[in-house]
């Protein structure tokens, strides 16, 4: 126990791997629009903003560059790595982290995990190559429009399809001001019609 495998460096791909997150979503958008998963998803995903990384490393890349970083620094199991954090490390509201630069020139911050089994985290750094950032409602808006715009073969851009994806996700209606969720729209592979 406490000893660190591949599988168990925590890394939410879902939340933070634009590949990924596109990938995820034209699947729930396969099983159509009555697929409740991809809404659950998203009302639980949080609040705040979050980094999206949009390099060409996989998750399985990322997880073995922050392995061989952990191998030779010798934080293989929960206690040196915590140790290393509280040591080196530097301190936020959510305990101590660390920065990686990863072979893409993109950063990760990594910090303590849940568990003694899984205690790396893992997500993007801010604002750092290959990222960008983006209110929490913005995503979850722009990934549940693209999800009905795909499932209905429309566009997602259609201010009536985002605002019908912000009542299904408790958001209010917007007119305006909807430059963020346009850019993630672009992210996600949509061009908007001239």
């Known amino acids: 126990m406490g000893e660190i495998l591949l599988e168990s460096i925590i890394y939410n791909a879902g939340k933070h791997h634009l590949e990924t997150i596109v990938k995820n979503i034209v699947a729930y958008s396969e099983k159509g629009e009555e697929c409740q998963s991809l809404k659950e998803k998203l009302l639980a995903a949080g609040e705040g903003v979050m980094d999206i990384y949009e390099g060409k490393l996989g998750v399985e890349e990322i997880k073995k560059e922050v392995w061989a970083f952990l191998q030779k620094n010798q934080l293989c199991n929960f206690e040196s790595y915590k140790n290393y954090l509280e040591k080196e490390g530097s301190i936020k509201r959510n305990g101590y982290y660390t920065n990686l630069e990863l ?85 996600f592979g949509f061009q908007k019609q001239a």
Do not use: Q, W
């Not at 990760?108 to 929490?136: C, I, L, Q, Y």
């Not at 994806?165 to 917007?174: D, G, I, T």
């Open 103 to 187: 072979s893409d020139c993109s950063v990760v911050t990594m910090r303590m995990g849940d568990t003694e089994d899984s205690f790396v985290h893992v997500h993007p750094g801010r604002h750092t190559p290959n990222t960008f950032r983006v209110k929490a409602k913005t995503f979850k808006t722009a990934a549940f429009a693209t999800f009905l715009g795909l499932c209905r073969k429309t566009s997602p851009y259609n201010l009536a399809i985002i605002n019908e994806s912000r009542a299904h996700l408790e958001l209010s209606p917007v007119t305006e001001g909807i430059d963020a969720i346009y850019f993630l729209l672009e992210k």
